[in-house]
Protein backbone atom coordinates (compact mmCIF):
# COMPACT_ATOMS: atom_id res chain seq x y z
CA UNK A 1 0.00 0.00 0.00
CA UNK A 2 1.48 3.38 -0.97
CA UNK A 3 1.03 6.68 0.09
CA UNK A 4 -0.51 7.59 -3.24
CA UNK A 5 -3.35 4.91 -2.52
CA UNK A 6 -3.42 5.60 1.30
CA UNK A 7 -4.95 9.12 0.49
CA UNK A 8 -8.00 7.85 -1.09
CA UNK A 9 -8.14 5.20 1.56
CA UNK A 10 -8.18 7.92 4.10
CA UNK A 11 -11.23 9.62 2.35
CA UNK A 12 -13.07 6.43 2.24
CA UNK A 13 -12.14 5.33 5.95
CA UNK A 14 -13.17 9.56 7.00
CA UNK A 15 -17.01 8.28 5.83
CA UNK A 16 -16.45 5.36 8.06
CA UNK A 17 -15.33 7.57 10.97
CA UNK A 18 -17.65 10.28 10.20
CA UNK A 19 -20.58 7.79 10.28
CA UNK A 20 -19.54 6.16 14.08
CA UNK A 21 -19.44 10.02 15.18
CA UNK A 22 -22.32 10.76 13.50
CA UNK A 23 -24.86 13.02 16.15
CA UNK A 24 -21.76 14.19 18.04
CA UNK A 25 -18.90 16.58 16.80
CA UNK A 26 -17.55 17.92 19.90
CA UNK A 27 -14.75 16.60 21.65
CA UNK A 28 -14.87 14.07 24.39
CA UNK A 29 -14.38 15.84 27.88
CA UNK A 30 -10.73 14.81 28.46
CA UNK A 31 -10.00 15.51 25.13
CA UNK A 32 -10.79 18.63 25.14
CA UNK A 33 -8.96 19.36 28.70
CA UNK A 34 -5.85 17.86 27.24
CA UNK A 35 -6.63 19.84 23.58
CA UNK A 36 -5.98 22.97 25.82
CA UNK A 37 -3.72 22.07 27.69
CA UNK A 38 -1.22 22.19 24.84
CA UNK A 39 -0.05 25.02 22.33
CA UNK A 40 -2.06 24.35 19.22
CA UNK A 41 0.39 25.13 15.61
CA UNK A 42 -1.79 26.28 12.89
CA UNK A 43 -1.42 24.35 9.95
CA UNK A 44 -0.57 25.46 6.56
CA UNK A 45 -3.89 26.80 4.36
CA UNK A 46 -4.79 25.33 1.20
CA UNK A 47 -6.86 28.19 0.51
CA UNK A 48 -7.60 29.34 -3.22
CA UNK A 49 -9.62 31.85 -4.69
CA UNK A 50 -11.27 31.56 -8.41
CA UNK A 51 -12.22 34.23 -10.29
CA UNK A 52 -14.14 34.73 -13.51
CA UNK A 53 -15.80 37.50 -15.37
CA UNK A 54 -18.69 37.56 -13.07
CA UNK A 55 -17.85 37.11 -9.81
CA UNK A 56 -15.49 34.65 -7.55
CA UNK A 57 -15.66 31.61 -5.26
CA UNK A 58 -13.00 30.12 -2.66
CA UNK A 59 -12.07 26.91 -2.58
CA UNK A 60 -10.75 25.33 0.77
CA UNK A 61 -8.82 21.86 0.70
CA UNK A 62 -9.33 19.50 3.69
CA UNK A 63 -8.35 16.96 5.25
CA UNK A 64 -11.67 14.84 6.53
CA UNK A 65 -9.84 13.82 9.87
CA UNK A 66 -7.02 15.28 12.54
CA UNK A 67 -7.76 19.10 11.90
CA UNK A 68 -10.46 21.34 12.89
CA UNK A 69 -11.55 23.41 10.86
CA UNK A 70 -10.74 26.17 12.95
CA UNK A 71 -7.13 25.35 12.98
CA UNK A 72 -7.31 25.91 9.05
CA UNK A 73 -8.26 29.00 9.49
CA UNK A 74 -6.41 32.23 9.71
CA UNK A 75 -8.17 35.95 10.17
CA UNK A 76 -8.00 36.29 6.89
CA UNK A 77 -9.44 33.46 5.78
CA UNK A 78 -11.35 33.11 8.39
CA UNK A 79 -13.25 36.42 7.18
CA UNK A 80 -13.46 35.29 3.65
CA UNK A 81 -16.41 32.28 5.31
CA UNK A 82 -18.30 34.29 6.98
CA UNK A 83 -18.95 36.97 4.61
CA UNK A 84 -19.70 34.10 2.28
CA UNK A 85 -23.38 33.40 1.44
CA UNK A 86 -23.45 30.12 0.65
CA UNK A 87 -21.32 26.93 2.08
CA UNK A 88 -20.71 24.04 -0.28
CA UNK A 89 -19.09 20.42 0.82
CA UNK A 90 -18.96 16.87 -0.70
CA UNK A 91 -21.42 15.81 1.08
CA UNK A 92 -23.62 16.40 4.16
CA UNK A 93 -21.48 13.76 6.14
CA UNK A 94 -23.11 14.30 9.18
CA UNK A 95 -26.17 12.34 7.81
CA UNK A 96 -24.04 9.26 7.39
CA UNK A 97 -25.51 6.18 9.03
CA UNK A 98 -23.16 3.31 9.81
CA UNK A 99 -25.60 0.81 9.57
CA UNK A 100 -26.39 1.59 6.22
CA UNK A 101 -22.92 2.04 4.99
CA UNK A 102 -22.47 -1.60 5.96
CA UNK A 103 -25.64 -2.99 4.50
CA UNK A 104 -23.94 -1.02 1.43
CA UNK A 105 -20.75 -3.11 1.84
CA UNK A 106 -22.36 -6.95 2.11
CA UNK A 107 -21.60 -9.50 0.05
CA UNK A 108 -24.16 -11.55 -2.34
CA UNK A 109 -25.27 -14.09 -0.04
CA UNK A 110 -23.68 -16.90 -2.12
CA UNK A 111 -19.86 -14.82 -1.95
CA UNK A 112 -17.98 -15.13 0.77
CA UNK A 113 -14.68 -12.69 1.90
CA UNK A 114 -12.26 -15.34 2.71
CA UNK A 115 -13.24 -17.06 -0.43
CA UNK A 116 -12.36 -14.12 -2.48
CA UNK A 117 -9.25 -13.19 -1.17
CA UNK A 118 -7.79 -16.58 -0.41
CA UNK A 119 -6.46 -18.45 3.17
CA UNK A 120 -3.64 -16.52 3.53
CA UNK A 121 -5.36 -13.29 3.11
CA UNK A 122 -7.85 -14.14 5.15
CA UNK A 123 -6.02 -15.65 8.31
CA UNK A 124 -3.65 -11.95 8.25
CA UNK A 125 -7.23 -9.70 8.22
CA UNK A 126 -8.51 -11.94 11.44
CA UNK A 127 -5.29 -11.65 12.87
CA UNK A 128 -5.74 -8.02 12.47
CA UNK A 129 -9.05 -6.76 12.91
CA UNK A 130 -10.89 -10.10 13.94
CA UNK A 131 -11.50 -8.40 17.44
CA UNK A 132 -13.08 -5.66 16.38
CA UNK A 133 -16.06 -7.60 14.18
CA UNK A 134 -17.27 -11.03 14.36
CA UNK A 135 -15.55 -13.17 11.73
CA UNK A 136 -18.99 -14.52 10.40
CA UNK A 137 -20.02 -11.25 9.52
CA UNK A 138 -16.56 -10.08 7.93
CA UNK A 139 -16.83 -12.71 5.82
CA UNK A 140 -19.98 -10.96 4.23
CA UNK A 141 -17.81 -7.91 3.68
CA UNK A 142 -16.46 -6.66 0.34
CA UNK A 143 -12.70 -6.25 0.70
CA UNK A 144 -12.79 -2.51 0.42
CA UNK A 145 -14.60 -1.65 4.01
CA UNK A 146 -12.35 -3.70 5.96
CA UNK A 147 -9.18 -2.00 4.28
CA UNK A 148 -10.37 1.10 5.16
CA UNK A 149 -10.89 -0.26 9.04
CA UNK A 150 -6.86 -0.93 8.81
CA UNK A 151 -6.28 2.29 7.29
CA UNK A 152 -8.13 3.46 10.52
CA UNK A 153 -5.98 2.13 12.75
CA UNK A 154 -2.51 3.76 10.41
CA UNK A 155 -4.29 6.67 10.85
CA UNK A 156 -5.32 6.99 14.10
CA UNK A 157 -1.59 5.59 15.29
CA UNK A 158 -0.25 8.47 13.25
CA UNK A 159 -2.48 11.48 14.58
CA UNK A 160 -1.95 10.37 17.77
CA UNK A 161 1.90 10.61 17.66
CA UNK A 162 1.32 13.90 15.33
CA UNK A 163 -1.58 15.34 17.52
CA UNK A 164 -2.50 13.77 20.13
CA UNK A 165 -6.15 13.54 20.98
CA UNK A 166 -7.11 14.74 17.39
CA UNK A 167 -8.72 12.16 15.87
CA UNK A 168 -12.06 12.80 17.03
CA UNK A 169 -11.76 16.35 15.56
CA UNK A 170 -13.87 16.25 11.77
CA UNK A 171 -12.92 19.43 9.76
CA UNK A 172 -16.22 18.98 7.51
CA UNK A 173 -18.55 18.48 10.64
CA UNK A 174 -17.27 20.95 12.34
CA UNK A 175 -17.66 23.86 8.94
CA UNK A 176 -21.01 22.89 8.46
CA UNK A 177 -22.08 23.36 11.96
CA UNK A 178 -20.61 27.04 11.61
CA UNK A 179 -21.77 27.87 8.40
CA UNK A 180 -25.67 26.78 10.40
CA UNK A 181 -24.98 28.58 13.19
CA UNK A 182 -24.45 32.10 10.66
CA UNK A 183 -27.16 31.39 8.78
CA UNK A 184 -25.55 30.18 5.36
CA UNK A 185 -27.15 28.61 2.96
CA UNK A 186 -25.71 25.12 2.51
CA UNK A 187 -25.20 22.87 -0.53
CA UNK A 188 -23.63 19.78 -1.76
CA UNK A 189 -22.03 18.12 -4.77
CA UNK A 190 -23.31 14.33 -3.77
CA UNK A 191 -25.73 12.54 -1.44
CA UNK A 192 -23.70 10.24 1.27
CA UNK A 193 -25.83 7.69 -0.91
CA UNK A 194 -24.32 8.40 -4.06
CA UNK A 195 -20.46 8.29 -2.15
CA UNK A 196 -20.94 5.17 -1.08
CA UNK A 197 -21.56 3.87 -4.41
CA UNK A 198 -18.32 5.39 -5.15
CA UNK A 199 -16.65 2.31 -3.05
CA UNK A 200 -18.58 -0.36 -5.10
CA UNK A 201 -17.64 0.94 -8.32
CA UNK A 202 -14.19 0.45 -7.73
CA UNK A 203 -13.33 -3.09 -9.16
CA UNK A 204 -13.50 -6.03 -7.41
CA UNK A 205 -9.78 -7.08 -7.91
CA UNK A 206 -8.93 -3.64 -6.96
CA UNK A 207 -10.12 -4.40 -3.69
CA UNK A 208 -8.78 -7.57 -3.37
CA UNK A 209 -4.93 -6.03 -3.89
CA UNK A 210 -5.74 -3.47 -1.64
CA UNK A 211 -6.52 -5.37 1.33
CA UNK A 212 -3.99 -7.64 0.32
CA UNK A 213 -1.39 -4.78 0.09
CA UNK A 214 -2.71 -3.21 3.30
CA UNK A 215 -2.26 -6.23 5.13
CA UNK A 216 1.08 -6.47 3.99
CA UNK A 217 2.73 -3.10 4.86
CA UNK A 218 2.66 -0.64 7.63
CA UNK A 219 1.14 2.50 6.58
CA UNK A 220 2.07 4.68 10.01
CA UNK A 221 5.18 6.26 8.49
CA UNK A 222 3.14 6.86 5.35
CA UNK A 223 0.40 8.33 7.23
CA UNK A 224 2.91 11.00 9.10
CA UNK A 225 4.27 12.16 5.46
CA UNK A 226 0.93 13.20 4.78
CA UNK A 227 -0.42 14.23 7.67
CA UNK A 228 2.69 16.35 7.88
CA UNK A 229 2.40 18.04 4.53
CA UNK A 230 -1.03 18.92 5.16
CA UNK A 231 -0.12 20.47 8.52
CA UNK A 232 2.77 22.57 6.65
CA UNK A 233 0.58 23.79 4.05
CA UNK A 234 3.27 22.54 1.21
CA UNK A 235 1.56 22.02 -1.50
CA UNK A 236 4.27 20.08 -3.55
CA UNK A 237 5.11 17.75 -1.36
CA UNK A 238 0.92 16.64 -0.66
CA UNK A 239 0.97 16.43 -4.58
CA UNK A 240 3.57 14.14 -4.53
CA UNK A 241 1.99 11.95 -1.95
CA UNK A 242 -1.19 11.78 -4.02
CA UNK A 243 0.01 11.13 -7.64
CA UNK A 244 2.19 8.95 -8.85
CA UNK A 245 2.36 7.42 -12.68
CA UNK A 246 2.55 4.10 -11.55
CA UNK A 247 0.20 3.86 -8.72
CA UNK A 248 -2.42 5.92 -11.50
CA UNK A 249 -1.84 2.96 -13.89
CA UNK A 250 -2.04 0.41 -10.88
CA UNK A 251 -4.53 1.32 -9.47
CA UNK A 252 -7.21 3.65 -12.31
CA UNK A 253 -10.23 2.44 -10.52
CA UNK A 254 -9.32 4.50 -7.37
CA UNK A 255 -7.85 7.39 -9.00
CA UNK A 256 -10.70 7.84 -12.00
CA UNK A 257 -13.77 6.62 -9.30
CA UNK A 258 -13.11 8.39 -6.26
CA UNK A 259 -11.04 11.61 -7.96
CA UNK A 260 -11.23 12.48 -11.45
CA UNK A 261 -14.93 11.21 -12.65
CA UNK A 262 -16.30 13.29 -9.50
CA UNK A 263 -13.90 16.61 -10.61
CA UNK A 264 -15.49 16.16 -14.17
CA UNK A 265 -18.90 16.25 -12.87
CA UNK A 266 -17.95 19.02 -10.01
CA UNK A 267 -16.91 21.31 -12.46
CA UNK A 268 -20.04 22.71 -14.21
CA UNK A 269 -21.26 22.85 -10.56
CA UNK A 270 -18.37 25.52 -9.51
CA UNK A 271 -18.47 27.49 -12.44
CA UNK A 272 -21.92 28.55 -11.48
CA UNK A 273 -21.05 29.06 -8.28
CA UNK A 274 -18.44 30.96 -9.87
CA UNK A 275 -20.85 33.17 -11.80
CA UNK A 276 -23.05 33.95 -8.81
CA UNK A 277 -20.14 34.28 -6.84
CA UNK A 278 -19.90 34.61 -3.16
CA UNK A 279 -19.37 30.80 -2.41
CA UNK A 280 -17.15 29.24 0.16
CA UNK A 281 -16.45 25.49 -0.85
CA UNK A 282 -14.47 22.46 0.84
CA UNK A 283 -13.41 19.42 -0.76
CA UNK A 284 -10.81 17.08 -0.38
CA UNK A 285 -7.33 18.93 -0.83
CA UNK A 286 -6.80 15.66 -3.43
CA UNK A 287 -9.68 16.71 -5.42
CA UNK A 288 -8.14 20.25 -6.09
CA UNK A 289 -3.97 19.45 -6.79
CA UNK A 290 -2.63 17.31 -9.73
CA UNK A 291 -2.68 17.71 -13.77
CA UNK A 292 -6.45 17.09 -13.60
CA UNK A 293 -7.46 18.72 -10.41
CA UNK A 294 -9.70 21.32 -9.94
CA UNK A 295 -7.61 24.14 -9.87
CA UNK A 296 -5.58 23.00 -13.22
CA UNK A 297 -8.98 22.32 -14.81
CA UNK A 298 -10.24 25.59 -14.05
CA UNK A 299 -7.34 27.74 -15.17
CA UNK A 300 -7.59 25.42 -18.22
CA UNK A 301 -11.11 27.37 -18.35
CA UNK A 302 -9.62 30.79 -18.04
CA UNK A 303 -10.53 31.18 -14.66
CA UNK A 304 -7.85 33.62 -12.93
CA UNK A 305 -6.93 30.90 -9.93
CA UNK A 306 -4.48 32.56 -6.90
CA UNK A 307 -3.62 31.05 -3.39
CA UNK A 308 -5.06 32.87 -0.63
CA UNK A 309 -1.91 33.30 2.16
Known sequence: MTLRL????????SLVAIAACAGSTSPRPAESAARLSRPQATPGLF?????GKGGSVHLLGTIHMGFGFDEVLTPDARARFTSATRVMTEADVSAADPERLIQAALLPPERSLSSIVGKAVWERLLARI??????PMLDRLEPWLPAVMLGLQDLARALEQLKPGSETRLMDVELMKQAKALGKELAHFETVEQQIAIFESIPLEEQVRELSDTLESDDSGQAHALLTSFEAGDQEALARAIFDNEQQQSAPGFYD???YERNVRWLPVIENEIARGGSFIAVGAAHLLGERGLLAELTKRGYTVARVQ
Open 6 to 13: AFFRWWAL
Open 47 to 51: LYEAR
Open 130 to 135: GGQIPP
Open 257 to 259: RVL
